[in-house]
Each structure stands twice: as structure tokens, then as C-alpha cells.
């Protein structure tokens, strides 16, 4: 007899169900189970659609108790509700008690039981039970395929996710949309562009019907080498067709105009999203913002700033860094310092990007080393923000104060990669008259050292200099 899950979930309201409360609502139909297994089926999979994989391995276990027969089925269904729960540890559990009761997995079973580890973000271990399928000369289907193949692309894998489309175009299986936008994905992920064209001309050719994702997919590939060109004319083949882009599909082309410094390209498709519904988020604003930095249009990228916040878009570092750094060679610090101060008000983490950048806006040395030390208290800075830093000094005349952070640079953080502050400095020495701390500067360089002083303790600044000209 079928059973009327609602008692089940009447017991389980009742607060977590043991397996003895589970038992006394069985009872009644276990004999009848036995004979007719597909009653037992019915049920687990009556639960398994209320999203209670709990319940559902509960009653297998009262199925155990009573010696009624687990069969192949049951536990398949088991398998798939915690498939569907996004419960992958509860389904690899499953498969494992069917090894240990002897009851034969077939490849529903561990179709099932793939979909659960790629859906839940273990990729590896989907892969490994793919092979242990095939090593038990069980065939994959194109569910199978399709998880397995969606697991490679989440490990950037792009060469086993084409080994394995390649399998399942041998095995004169069907070719469909998930199995062949997932590899598109791996190609995405892994930078393989030219793979990623490759198979949305597979699909146009075998007339699998191309999705969104596929598309976009296809156009951040493009995007991460630069191929704006390419990238646009993809969207507009999207746009020519049945489909309508989302917000995905539209941030890929953004962002590809953004590598490709298409500033106006940029702006108008973050402008035409609105007019497919796509509504832009984080993403497309800050895509759009580093295509105008890269041209230097800060104000426009000061525009959309404004814009995306009007919009309630929830900003990152990203953003407001991009911003920054557009304003950098305007020389606007107090606007560029107006930002940054903004970005703590909106809970968006300020990082050493930040400071360096409205640093560069600076065009008063006091001020660049007030930054520097409010730096220091936030992050951990490198050398190169140092040397900026050291460089607005030098080519302020501020020497002495230069060559102070220049020591704490060289004890606290390390040798500067490239010769920049060391330049500058060496000129504003010569140019205050300072030739000796020049000529000193010179020698360390030429050296190459990675520090020209040990631990201060009692000695005297760098070169014998004291404080004077340090920031108040």
C-alpha cells in the first residue's frame, strides 16, 4: 500500500524524529513493502521532493530494521533527495551503504551521486566517482556527462572537461546545452579562448540551442585576452537572436571594452542594459569605471560613481579604487581625499591601492606623509607605495623627510624593485645642496643592497641627518 507522507512530516513537525517514531508509522505498511517495492519507492521519493533527505534515509534505515529490502531504486532515490537538498556528504554516505549492504549502484545511482559533489563545490571527488563508474563498466549518461563536465569546469580543467564531451560525442550520446556550456565554462576559466569559440560553433553546428551562460562564457574568454572587437560583435550576435543578455552577458562585454580602453562602447552598453530589463549591478559599474580610468575621464568615471550609488548598488574596493586612481595625475587631492574618506562611511574596505593612489593625487608633501603613517595603522604597505611616497617628498624639496621614510622602507619593508626613489631623491639632494648624502645614495644603489642600515637604536638618522624637515 502507498503511504500518505504527510504522517511522516506530521511526526517530523513535531520536533527531530527518531528512527523508533518513524517505526510506529511504518509499521502498518512494511509487510506490504516487502511485496511490492515500488511502494516503498513511491514514499522515499514522495519525501525526497519535500527536500527531506533526512527523512528519506531515516525510513531506509527503518527498511533495514524490519528486513524489508533496500533495493537499487530506494537508494538511488535516497541518493538524488540529497542531490536535490545540496546535501552531497548525505549522498556520498548513501553510495557507500549500498557498498557495504551489497546493493548493486547502477548509473543513477552514481549520476546522482556526481551531481551532489559538483553541486557542492567538491569537483575532485565528482571526477573520481565518474571513474569509479566506469571502472564498474557502468556507461555515463548525458546527466552524468553533464555533471562531470560541469565539476571540470568549477576546477578549471578545460582539458579534461573536452576529453569528456569528446566521450559522450562517441558514445552517440546527445548532445545538449549543459554538457557543452560547461566546457565553454572550463575554456572560460582556463583563459583557452579559441577553445571556447570552438564549441559554440559545435553547438551551432549540431543545432544544440546556445544559452546565455554559453555566450557569456564565450565572451569573457574574449574579455581576459583583450579581444573587445570580437567580444561585442558575440553580444550583438546574442542581441540578433532569440535571446535576450543578462547582466552576466553584459558585464563580459563591458569589461572587454574596459581590457580594450573602449571607454564609449563601455558606457553605452552599461546605458542600454536598462532597456533589456538587465539591471546593472557592482559589476557593470566598476567595468565601465576602469574603462574610463584607462582613458582618463575621471570625471565621467567620477559620474558613474555617483550614479551607482544613487542606484543603491552596494560598491566595493574595486569601484572606488578605480575612481582613485582616475584622479591620480589630476592633481585633485581634496577630492580624491573626499573619496577615500567616503568609503569607511559606506562599510567598503579601504586597502593600500587606495591610499597609493590618493597619494598620487597629492601635491603636498605633508599631507602624502600624513597618508603614509594613516596607511601604516590600516595595512601592511610595500615598497612600492613607499617609493611614491618618497617621490612626492623628493620632488617637493623635502629631502630630509624622504630620506627618513627611504630608512624605514629599507628596515621595515625591504629594497625597492626599480631605482625611482633612489633618483629623485639623489636629485633633490644635489639640488638642496646636500652632495655628500647624495654621493652616499648613489654608492648604496650601485650596491644593490637590500638595506643600508641595521637596527637604529641610539645612532642618528639616515646619513647622519636629524628630523628637521620631517611631517609634523
Request: aromatic content about 6%.
Amino acid at each position: 500500500m502507498n503511504l500518505d507522507i504527510s504522517s511522516i512530516l506530521t511526526t517530523a513537525r513535531q520536533g527531530t524524529p527518531t528512527k523508533d517514531d518513524l517505526m510506529a508509522v511504518l509499521t502498518p505498511c512494511l509487510s506490504d513493502w516487502s511485496n511490492h517495492p515500488r511502494y516503498a519507492t513511491a514514499t522515499l521519493s514522495a519525501l525526497g521532493k519535500k527536500r527531506r533527505p533526512d527523512l528519506v534515509e531515516l525510513v531506509l534505515e527503518c527498511m533495514e530494521d524490519a528486513r524489508v529490502e533496500a533495493n537499487v531504486y530506494h537508494y538511488s532515490v535516497a541518493i538524488t533527495a540529497s542531490e536535490k537538498a545540496a546535501d552531497w556528504a548525505r549522498a556520498l554516505q548513501l553510495l557507500g551503504t549500498m557498498q557495504q549492504l551489497q546493493v548493486e549502484a547502477n548509473e543513477y545511482s552514481y549520476s546522482a551521486a556526481i551531481s551532489a559533489a559538483e553541486k557542492g563545490g567538491q569537483w575532485q571527488l565528482a571526477l573520481q566517482l565518474l571513474s569509479s563508474m566506469q571502472q564498474q563498466l557502468l556507461l555515463p549518461n548525458e546527466v552524468t556527462y553533464g555533471a562531470s563536465i560541469s565539476a571540470c569546469a568549477k576546477g578549471s580543467d578545460w582539458t579534461q572537461a573536452l576529453q569528456l564531451l569528446v566521450e559522450l560525442m562517441d558514445g552517440k550520446l546527445q548532445l545538449n546545452v549543459i554538457a557543452t556550456s560547461s566546457a565553454i565554462t572550463a575554456c572560460e576559466k582556463a583563459n583557452q579562448w579559441q577553445g571556447a569559440i570552438g564549441l559554440l560553433e559545435i553547438m551551432f553546428q549540431k543545432e544544440v540551442p546556445a544559452d546565455t551562460i554559453s555566450f557569456s562564457s564565450v565572451i569573457s574568454a574574449c574579455e581576459k585576452r583583450g579581444f573587445w572587437e570580437l567580444a561585442l560583435s558575440l553580444l550583438n550576435d546574442m542581441r540578433s537572436t532569440s535571446l535576450t543578455p543578462d547582466a552576466g552577458s553584459f558585464n563580459a562585454g563591458i569589461s572587454a571594452c574596459a581590457a580594450g580602453g573602449q571607454w564609449r562602447i563601455a558606457c553605452d552598453l552599461l546605458g542600454a542594459m536598462p532597456e533589456v530589463e538587465a539591471t546593472p549591478d557592482m559589476i557593470s559599474f566598476s567595468a565601465a569605471i576602469v574603462a574610463c580610468d584607462k582613458c582618463e575621464k575621471w570625471t565621467l568615471a567620477l559620474c558613474l560613481l555617483k550614479d551607482s550609488l544613487a542606484a543603491s548598488i552596494l560598491p566595493d574596493t574595486v569601484l572606488f579604487n578605480s575612481v582613485l586612481h582616475s584622479l591620480e595625475t589630476t592633481g585633485n587631492w581634496r577630492l580624491s581625499l573626499a573619496i577615500l574618506r567616503e568609503m569607511p562611511g559606506r562599510k567598503v574596505p579601504v586597502n593600500e591601492l587606495s591610499y597609493r593612489a590618493t597619494m598620487g593625487a597629492c601635491r603636498q608633501w605633508p599631507l602624502a606623509m600624513a597618508l603614509w603613517q594613516e596607511m601604516c595603522g590600516v595595512t601592511s604597505p610595500s615598497a612600492i607605495s613607499a617609493s611614491s611616497c618618497i617621490l612626492i617628498c623628493a620632488r617637493q624639496g623635502a629631502w630630509q623627510a624622504a630620506v627618513l621614510l627611504l630608512q624605514q622602507m629599507l628596515e621595515k619593508i625591504g629594497f625597492p624593485e626599480g631605482p625611482s626613489a633612489f633618483d629623485a631623491l639623489i636629485h633633490a639632494c644635489d639640488r638642496e645642496g646636500s652632495c655628500h648624502v647624495a654621493t652616499q645614495l648613489m654608492a648604496e644603489w650601485g650596491q644593490q643592497v637590500t638595506a643600508l642600515l641595521g637596527s637604529t637604536g641610539d645612532r642618528p638618522g639616515l646619513f647622519g641627518c636629524g628630523t628637521t624637515g620631517s611631517p609634523p
